[in-house]
């Protein structure tokens, strides 16, 4: 009830009084200097250009202290020569020796010492340009996204950085190619929203800044500073052309039924192309694309989790500009698209407009099959055709309006996915979103009967994957509707989404559909500007979970507190308790209240993460309570505990681990512990080069007498390396030359055995015009 007030209210208030607050930073805009010189690009901040470029000094230190007097002197100029934006920082130190930086792959530097700019080229508070630079030239590029409040590292761009200790700090040189950037085409004078910031970790994680950050207000973008100029700036075409080229040679064999190894060759060469026609305009294509990722994933635990896993998106072409997609629902995931042979996308800004197009194949059709309780993967061995488009008007700086729609088809399959969604600020603190979404899906005939084949009858409880694809045309909606209220000390969010029973969108990730879920959390924060704290937080969770017939899934209250402070300390202690409905035991029905049975859950979780010295990172989560044993429908106890721990061994060695530790326990006895390790070890030669050992093994030991009926095996163990050396130039020319294997341990197979072997190479290689 509290939550259907909130948003009347919320709605009353935006009919009546319409769009009417919109953001504005009264602070006067800087000149920036249009000058004929080139720049130099070595890290030593001495050419005759730089006195006549705008200079800013980083006066204020925005974290952890609001606002007070940096306590160092860094030093800025920056000006622009109609085809490069140069930047030049002095970051004075009074102990240059404590300067915390290495050599590592780009955007892997954001935790050391460095210096940046951030840029909005339409100066409307939706996406920043962001460009950080440590004291040795690695780079670090993203994009942050206002309306979703997320900052994409996944954006690369080719631009030039050096850097380099000197006796009074360090220096660092910027050139940014204005056709990187996406702006308003014309003759007329541009306003640009700026930020400049140097990041300064020592005892305390500093944030420093040109301008002063408010955090009474829930916008970002709007405390930018502002530059006027670029009156004559013009992008060109900017075309960039990357043929590339990847050969393997795979070997693999069948560890159950003999030792005989089947042999693979692979050789493929394809292109990439990129064109700008104009400065709001991006068009890509590829060909014969190879989209298999190079680095491996960091391993998950997969044991006892009733819905499938979330993998980040690490290929080229999807993630190039893939801002432009992002919605309040994740309805755009292009992890379901295995091995296109084609892609095409394009992007754009113009004034108010904003749109993005995506097209392409794939050899096969993979996606979520959805439900309540759990969810499925669904395969369909037929080629498909995927597309993704979304529109944004930004009727004002408080006011945007967005539709979406997505595409997957074959011979006898398709899913059409379209929606609209919106966010208006009723104030500054004061914010409300809102998306409706409409599918409608066709399966091919019988195909619930490929879920019965491996599914129905294996176990005593039943999955929903059959009776969720048993009807071959099916159309479904979904709505979310959210407001949020943020100020200095305190903030409140309060949300209601629903997901029809018949819903689908099968290109993106949405796992859990047939349901209904109102969400209440509110915080409170201290802040301390001189003590071993810098903020601590109050934060209560109330979240209640219906299917759409009104049946109870889940009411949660969750409440946690967080403590951040000195070395980069965070602390979090908190404790969950939940009501929760387990599998279906009845295989002809859908319905909860007549199959599955309520449990009581709760839980006492804690995290802590520090940077005792700049050497060393520590992650330790543990949670121990009360869970379901999702394989038998039961409470357990359960512990888990995960741990990372990242150490420099000087400025060109680091080593990565993570750790995951779970033991289940039921009122009969053990029934499983299980235990997952991924382990790095990588050697950057330099900014452009690095080479990469990787470690992955995972052990699971069931106790199969306490097990109700179950196929599993006993014992499950599988193990893989990647060794990868890899060099590049730019984000488009580079070369990956490694070595992979994956090995299986178990009832079958008694002895650690090397099931696939691989070597292969790629190189691509980037023209510009």
């Not at 493929?268 to 694309?289: C, D, F, H, Q, R």
Request: aromatic share 16%; charged share 25%; glycine share 6%.
């Amino acid at each position: 009830m509290l939550i259907r007030e909130l948003f009347k209210w919320a709605l009353l208030l935006t009919c009546f009084f319409g769009p009417s607050f919109a953001y504005s930073n009264a602070v006067p805009p800087h000149t920036l200097p249009s000058l004929p010189d080139r720049i130099a690009i070595d890290g030593y901040v001495n050419e005759a250009a730089w006195d006549n470029a705008l200079k800013q000094t980083l006066d204020y230190q925005t974290w952890p202290n609001e606002n007070e007097p940096a306590p160092v002197k860094t030093d800025v100029w920056i000006y622009e020569n109609g085809e490069y934006l140069y930047v030049a920082f002095k970051a004075y130190d009074p102990d240059p020796a404590s300067i915390y930086a290495l050599y590592r792959d780009r955007d892997l530097v954001i935790s050391h010492d460095n210096v940046g700019v951030e840029i909005d080229t339409f100066n409307d508070n939706r996406l920043a340009y962001r460009f950080n630079v440590n004291p040795y030239g690695v780079q670090t590029d993203s994009i942050y996204n206002e309306l979703t409040g997320t900052e994409s590292y996944s954006w690369d761009a080719t631009w030039q950085s050096a850097g380099r200790i000197t006796n009074e700090g360090y220096e660092v040189e910027i050139a940014l190619p204005l056709e990187v950037f996406s702006f308003e085409q014309s003759q007329d004078i541009k306003t640009w929203g700026i930020r400049l910031v140097r990041f300064y970790p020592r005892e305390e994680n500093m944030r420093l800044a040109n301008v002063p950050y408010s955090r009474d207000q829930s916008c970002l973008l709007c405390q930018y500073g502002r530059v006027q100029g670029f009156k004559h700036v013009s992008q060109g075409s900017d075309t960039v052309v990357s043929p590339f080229v990847v050969a393997g040679r795979q070997r693999s064999r069948d560890l159950s039924s003999g030792n005989d190894w089947h042999y693979e060759g692979r050789a493929e060469a394809g292109v990439t192309a990129k064109w700008n026609p104009t400065p709001e305009v991006s068009l890509s294509g590829t060909i014969n694309p190879d989209f298999s990722q190079v680095e491996a994933d960091v391993a998950q635990l997969s044991v006892n989790t009733p819905f499938s896993l979330f993998y980040e998106e690490k290929r080229p072409f999807f993630l190039e500009n893939n801002d432009y997609f992002s919605t309040y629902t994740d309805i755009v995931y292009t992890r379901n698209l295995s091995a296109p042979d084609y892609g095409v996308k394009a992007t754009g800004r113009m004034g108010s407009h904003t749109l993005g197009v995506f097209v392409a194949d794939d050899e096969s059709t993979t996606f979520f099959v959805p439900g309540n309780i759990s969810s499925s993967i669904g395969f369909i061995d037929e080629e498909s055709t995927n597309a993704a488009a979304r529109y944004r008007y930004d009727y004002s700086s408080g006011l945007s309006i967005g539709a979406v729609t997505t595409l997957r088809e074959s011979d006898n399959y398709h899913n059409y996915v379209f929606g609209v969604d919106a966010q208006y600020d009723l104030t500054q603190q004061d914010t409300i979103t809102m998306q409706v979404l409409k599918s409608d899906t066709e399966y091919p005939l019988n195909f619930s009967d490929r879920f019965c084949k491996y599914i129905c009858g294996q176990t005593e409880l039943f999955n929903e994957a059959p009776l969720r694809t048993e009807e071959q045309e099916i159309s479904g909606a979904a709505f979310k509707l959210e407001y949020s209220h943020f100020e200095r000390d305190w903030n409140l969010t309060a949300s209601r989404e629903s997901f029809d029973e018949d819903f689908r969108a099968d290109l993106g990730y949405i796992p859990a559909i047939d349901t209904v879920k109102d969400k209440l959390t509110a915080a409170y924060l201290w802040y301390e500007e001189n003590s071993w704290w810098n903020e601590v937080e109050a934060r209560g969770t109330w979240e209640k979970k219906e299917s759409s017939a009104g049946e109870l899934l889940e009411q949660e209250w969750d409440a946690k507190v967080i403590v951040t402070g000195i070395y980069k300390t965070y602390f979090e202690l908190g404790y969950s308790d939940r009501e929760r409905v387990g599998f279906r035991s009845v295989a002809e029905s859908l319905r909860v209240e007549d199959s599955s049975a309520l449990f009581d859950e709760h839980e006492w979780y804690m995290q802590i993460v520090t940077r005792p010295i700049s050497t060393m990172y520590i992650s330790q989560y543990f949670r121990t309570g009360r869970q379901i044993d999702f394989v038998n429908n039961r409470l357990g106890d359960d512990f888990m505990s995960q741990t990372r721990f990242f150490i420099n061994l000087g400025i060109h060695t680091t080593i990565d681990v993570h750790h995951t530790y779970q033991d289940f326990d039921v009122d009969s006895g053990d029934l499983f512990t299980a235990s997952l390790t991924d382990a790095r070890i990588t050697y950057q030669f330099d900014k452009e080069q690095f080479i990469r050992l990787t470690f992955a093994y995972n052990d699971v030991d069931r106790h199969l007498e306490n097990y109700v009926g179950s196929n599993f095996y006993e014992t499950n163990r599988d193990f893989g390396t990647q060794l990868l050396y890899s060099y590049k130039v730019n984000p488009f020319t580079k070369f990956f030359l490694g070595y992979s294997d994956f090995g299986v341990q178990n009832d079958q197979v008694p002895h650690r055995r090397v099931a696939e072997q691989s070597l292969f190479m790629k190189v691509s290689y980037a023209w510009y015009n």
